[in-house]
């Protein structure tokens, strides 16, 4: 090392130990010499310390390491490494980025957040799959990836070591490595292996995981899980070893902890109807499970888990029996803790309370003899030499045998479920390779630690010994690699420790020999060991005990209590209770504790049983003790381990409280001892810890070198003559191969000489620049001064000399200018006086004068005020109530408007607006009829009175005149005087209250005519106003949302696309499914041993996919006959059930896409029309027609959804057949017949569904045209009113009663026509109803075949599938047989009429020919090319073999693009101008067959799949082009038009060739993405672009690890320049074959995407690409794309928008980011990136250079503050298999068919042109 460097100076920063924080950062404010007794230090805290110095006790303190390497993601790419470092680090990443994982060299370090974190996603896993351990940011999936990448490149078994504490994470570690594992090695075939695997988990923690004080599911167990693999290295299978259960968990809780959770898991459960013979309660109610006083767990809800667990058991085969067999014996547990036992008197017995209901439970539960069992829980026998004897027991032994046996009824229990998952996690296949995962408990201490810690510290003894040996082996294997003279390093060797528990009269042989001796104790056991081994460094006596003895383990010291070690090693369960549990009338129970010797021999070749071997009989003299067990299954595992390659994961619990992202520094600082975290560094540190390559140690540290060294091309050994300069010592260094090798502390001491060179260097150039600008100021300064100078002097000489002659101007001019001034002042002063006085007085007569008017002008003011007042004041009340009506009448007028647009389309409507006035009529008419009977009645009244009185008149008259002439006197005459007058005057009263009445009655009857018209003024106008209103509803809607609507019509088409595009894609994956099942399936029949079906191979696919002009069934089923014949009936049965399935729901699924397309078409004709018409009110029609496309849509949107359904169910059922080899034919039989009912219903119900759209558009028109009917007749009744002929009411009533019977008429047939289809729906139900009858049936067929053995399954099913297809094969030969017939008749007829037709032809042409008035020359039209090529029948092989399957693009690559489809389609014309549909159909379809296994043939070929998307298109176009129709013949030529087809319409071929063009489409963005993918990360992120901009940051040691391939030159890098030469060979390969540039624009769109995807998911994964250089980089890198799209007219194709996600996070690694101002301006700025991304790339964010600042944690808080009002996603990746909708314009050729020219290259000899 330099002379003059000497680390403790000034300003460096040091670790000083602290009691509270372990370790806390100090400044030296004092340069320190050696020798010195005190260290001069200043805390964070700016409090100054002097810090004693002592080397031998007190040594110097540990130096920090620069800010630039704090949060490495490696802690071995620290400068310094020792304990604070490693604290500081993890403690940032935890802290301050939220990072769990970190890398210690070959260490996964993983700290437990205690929040659930979305990071373990299927894209995540995707992201990790294929990567480098170094490359990515450290993580669980990275381990597991390293271990799958090493078994499948060295073909060597790996395993995966978890360890930590109790509640630090380590199941979930582990569950997360297998469901990687399960993921990226899913079974080839569906046999769902990872589930079983996956599933596995929730059960071994319900009998495995407890709540303990640290940890509410931790593990007491140990176990390995050997996952196997094939030679494809795909899951076949998995193995289960568990070790040292604590079964004493079983019967004894501490406070606060719970027994294992599936005793609460059933006791949760016992409501339940099945478990009510079990006897269970409350889990309070159970000894066993109450005593931790706490039974529930917060956030824990027992019975749900439960309902999780005994899915999980029936997924991995266990029957259901057999699940309540366990559970029996696990209630049976409960009860046996319950047993009641009381001591007699003596104390030396006991006995079980009479009649106890536990003790019944438990026998009854498990099928013993109670009488026995009670008799045997009290007693016990004892066997001498020559006599037995039965012995009582006390009731303290007999708790102890009663718990003791429900310990070993649960271990037996255990290790029967785990045989059983082993046996259903087996495989019959070769197992290639395993990867094994072991989930094992870490060093523990607790206040009292008994047996069960110590063999957990035994375990992690051997743990840590293989762990250290396989450190300290990798670490000599780089030196060996890289040549450097190897030095033995000293590590800790934990033998010693080792061999004082296991070695010969060792701790574990000691008890042995302390159980085997009739009255061992404890005590004698501790003072045998205190004998034994009081010398060993080891072993420590406790001074205050006799009875507990101190172990130094590796990790700390632990004190054992030697109480219960002898009790727990034993394990003694009498052999009397053992016999009555194998007596059990349950096999399950007797199973349980058959002897191990007495169980059948397995003859797999997987172990499938428990590490822990079952326990022998306790009376045989050789049973072997727990910690024997034990230490023979931890010699296996260990064997096991020295066998494979391991990676260790280390998990560390932060706090002891489960707060999230709180990190306590003493607890830390315990685990990292004690799982060997430290041991690593220590032992890379005495080694050369910091290693570099040669190229970027010079490239990091060129800034050092001489121009001399830069000069030699050899970077070796510029990089050798620059640390021989700067490093004195050589020991400090090492040169390898490839790496420079540092001690500890040199690159921190390279850093700071670079430092200082960057610092002097800045110094000199600002020193310079100051100078320079310093005397560029200045002589601009001084330049300034002599100019301004010269310019002020001259100003100022002139400036006098004109003061001088104004001076004596201004005197003169003074003199004249007083004198004028006075007389003028007093010339204007007497005219002012004059002045003053003459307004003065006239001021005061005008003001009398003005008062005189105000006041006159006053009172008329007031006047006319007063008024306008009163005026203002009613207009303004009058106003207010018109507002106020307005306003009530608008809110009423909105809720009729909102009720008029619910019953817009109802005719109910239009009956309620008028059922009112109906019946105001209706009554006012009733009343008017009263009142004219009661106007008659009065009339007749009258008339009765006046004849009446009449009459008595004359009568008086005649009684008078009698009386007269009789008689004179006077006063008879007065009196019939008076009697008359009398008579006279009621006579006029009844005449004044006849006329009264008739007036009352007039008046009356003129109110009610009144009322009447103006109800029927206010009916018209209130239609009047409801027509109204419709217009300008209508009007409104049009003018307002017809962009709207367009736009919803473009996102509906675009969806509509997507999802027929996914049918398409979903379509081609079951087709491929279909083929790789037929190809499994026949392997075992046809192909002995493991061989590859030939990729030329044809398929059955070719036959059934595709509609025809014939039956496409009937070719189907003669080829599914053919080739059963082929085979033979036995070995084709089970391939011809799953191929007639597959036939019906390919035809099924045909038919979904005609109809899809066909909506897609309307839609888009739909959407073209409107675009092209102006636009116009919409008709009655119109309306109808939409209403009657919306309904139609959503139908098909539902139509589409059920067949979503229904293809996910035929792949579950697929999936089902491909892994039964056994199953029953006849649910396939069922099945079929099922299917086939299902799909008339289906027809059935779309018929209704037609029919029910059309009733709903009449009930639309029916109401517009009564509608318009009733705005009629409102329009003329005020013109029959308004007439002056008088109106008949009565005619005026009928003929409003005849319009509302029109009205009923027009309601009971919308009635009974909703009724009929109340009725069809009804018979619909009932047809589902039957078909679920139907499926009942076959489901319990199903039951039946299922219950047969294996044999008979087979058996019977092959009989039945042989049955039913012999008999559906007679079906099809005769429907064959009749339709060859009726074809061969039909052909017969038009070969007749086509002769007859060509005669007539022949005979008009030669009649019109001796018309001609003249001679000329006449070609003969066969001699002219018409566009046709003509082919023999017997030719379509060689045709189809000549331009589809032997064509290479090459050979066709000067002639006209798409040279191959025009060829056929000419073919094509040829067929359909001699109306041959044979030709047609056999031609097409092996085109299309052709086509598809060219693609299969060539699935990686770029070249020869955009050839073949280019023809196809074009081939489908030319079907458009030449296909007669209208819509596409409107850019054709004349010529062209002549050469459209005559005779068929291909409509159903182009649907098939646009399904085929899709399928094309996503086959070459798969190559184009599988060529680009290795390419995009290294040249979008790791090429230097920009030369010398990237800087390099030391490296750990995972970037030198095995896990990247340096066997050669290395992995191969990529640069931007190679990735922009590939999409330029992309772009020209698809110009070259003619691909449309519409198309060529998605495809380069969709390859963009890719490019964002890959780039920013690797960004947000890795920490050393997250710099403001790399940020530079991406950002010329995507500029450079850009550019490359302008070149190529492609930036219009949006594939730039695709890469805005990049550009965005480019620019974020570039901003400011200190300020508020700067996170609102990322806020702005980053819009295509979501709030986890921008955190994420925040949190990643490292300076490369001292000089750059890391992002504080207040400003990612503050940004993500101002983030939370967005709803993003919580997905932090981007999904890289996204797939844009793929759309194929139509693009008609301008090319005539008669031009194109066939060159001989293709050997077409055989084909003629017409």
Known sequence: MASNYFPYSKYTRVWIPDPDEVWKAAEITKDYKEGDSTLHLKLEDETPLEYPVNPPKNPLPFLRNPDILVGENDLTALSYLHEPAVLHNLRVRFLESNHIYTYCGIVLVAINPYEQLHIYGEEVIDAYSGQNMGDMDPHIFAVAEEAYKQMARDERNQSIIVSGESGAGKTVSAKYAMRYFATVGGSASDTNVEEKVLASSPIMEAIGNAKTTRNDNSSRFGKYIQIGFSKHYHIIGANMRTYLLEKSRVVFQAEDERNYHIFYQLCASSSLEEFKDLGLSSAEDFTYTSLGENIFIEGVDDAEDFVKTREAFTLLGIKESAQFGIFKIIASILHLGNIQICAERDG?????????????????????????????????????????????????????????????????????????????????????????????????????????????????????????????????????????????????????????????????????????????????????????????????????????????????????????????????????????????????????????????????????????????????????????????????????????????????????????????????????????????????????????????????????????????????????????????????????????????????????????????????????????LGRVRYKKIRKSAILIQRYGRGYLARRYAEYLRLTRAAIICQKQYRMVRERRAFLRVRRAVVTIQAYTRGMYTRRIFREFMLHHKAMIIQKHVRGWMQRKKFQRARNAAIIIQCGFRRVRAKRQLKQLKIDAKSAQHLKNLNSGMENKIVQLQKKMDAQSKGYKQQNEQLVVANASLGTEVTKLQKELELFRSQKSDDNLVTSLQDELARLRAALEEAYAERKRMEEEHCTEKLGFEQRIEELEKENAMLKREKEDMNQRILLYSKSTDQDTRDSILQSELDAERQRYQNLVKEYSRLEQKYDNLKEEMSLPKFHPGHKRNPSNQSSLESDSNYPSISTSEVGDTEDAIQQMEDMGIEKAAMDISLFMKLQKRVRELEQERKRLQTNIEKMEELNKRKSNEPKSPTTEQENADLAYNNLKRQELESENKKLKNDLNELRKTIAEKASQNNSSNELQDGYNVLLSQLRAANEELDARKEEVIILRTQIVSNAQQLEKNGHIECTEMPELNNSKEPIDKEEAMKAYQGLCESKKLLEAQLQSQSRQHKDELEALHTQIELLKDDIEKKQEILNYTMSLSPEDKVAYSVQQEITRLTNDNLDLKELVEKLEKNEKKLKKQLRIYMKKVQELEALQASRAKPELSRQVTVQRKEKDFEGMLEYSKDDEALLVKSLITDIRPSVVSATVPCLPAYILFMCIRHADYINDDQKVESLLTSTINAIKKVLKKNNDDFEMTSFWLANTSRLLHCLKQYSGDEAFMTQNSSKQNEHCLKNFDLAEYRQVLSDLSIQIYQQLIKVAEGIIQPMIVSAMLESESIPSLAAVKPTGYRNRSASMDTDGSGPCSYTLDALIRQLGQFHSIMGEHGLDPEIVGQVVRQLFHCINAFTLNNLLLRKDVCSWSTGMQLRYNTSQMEEWLRANNLYQSKAAATLEPIIQAAQLLQVKKKTSQDAEAICSLCTALTAQQIVKILNLYTPLNEFEERVTVSFIRDIQSRLQERNDPQQLLVDTKHIFPVLFPYTPSALSLDSLHIPASLGLDFISRV
């Open 348 to 772: 030396e017995s006991c006995r079980i309370m009479k009649d106890d209901p536990h003790l019944k439970h438990f026998c009854k539960l498990l099928g013993v003899e109670l009488k026995q069992m009670e008799h045997w829980l009290c007693h016990r026998k004892l066997v001498t030499g020559s006599e037995t004897y039965v012995k009582t027991m006390s009731m303290k032994q007999a708790t102890n045998s009663r718990d003791a046996l429900s310990k070993h009824i649960y271990a037996r229990m255990f290790d029967w479920i785990v045989d059983n998952i082993n046996k259903s996690l087996q495989t019959s296949f070769k197992q290639h390779s395993f990867i094994g995962v072991l989930d094992i408990y870490g060093f523990e201490t607790f206040e009292v630690n008994s047996f069960e810690q110590f063999c957990i510290n035994y375990a992690n003894e051997k743990l840590q010994q293989q762990f250290n040996s396989h450190v300290f082996k990798l670490e000599q294997e780089e030196y060996m690699k890289e040549l450097i003279p190897w030095t033995l390093i000293d590590f800790y060797d934990n033998q010693p420790c080792i061999d004082l528990i296991e070695a010969k009269l060792g701790i574990l042989d000691l008890l042995d020999e302390e159980c085997k001796v009739p009255k061992g104790t404890d005590q004698n056991w501790a003072q045998k060991l205190y004998k034994q081994h009081s010398k060993s460094a080891h072993f420590q006596k406790p001074r205050m005990s006799n009875i507990s003895f101190i172990i130094i383990h590796f990790a700390d010291k632990v004190e054992y209590q030697c109480e219960g070690f002898l009790e727990k090693n034993r394990d003694t369960v009498y052999e009397e209770q053992i016999n009555i549990l194998k007596a059990s009338e349950f096999p399950l129970v007797a199973d349980l504790f058959r002897d191990k010797e007495d169980a059948p021999v397995s003859k797999s070749k997987v172990n499938v049983r428990a590490a822990k071997p079952n326990p022998k009989a306790p009376n045989k003299e050789h049973k072997k003790t727990v910690g024997l067990q034990f230490r023979s299954s931890l010699h296996l595992l260990m064997d096991t381990l020295n066998a494979t390659t391991p990676h260790y994961v280390r998990c560390i619990k932060p706090n002891d409280f489960k707060e999230s992202f709180s990190f306590d520094s003493r607890r830390a600082v315990q685990q990292l001892r004690a799982c060997g975290v430290l041991e690593t560094i220590r032992i890379s540190a005495a080694g050369y810890p910091s290693r570099w390559t040669y190229p970027d140690f010079f490239s990091r540290y060129r800034v050092l070198m001489k121009k001399s060294d830069l000069a030699i091309a050899d970077k070796k050994v510029s990089c050798k003559n620059l640390l021989e300069t700067l490093i004195k010592d050589p020991d400090m260094f090492q040169f390898g191969k490839s790496k420079i090798f540092f001690r500890a502390g040199q690159v921190a001491y390279l850093e700071k000489l670079r430092a200082d060179k960057f610092r002097a260097a800045c110094i000199k150039i600002q020193k310079t620049v100051r100078g320079w």
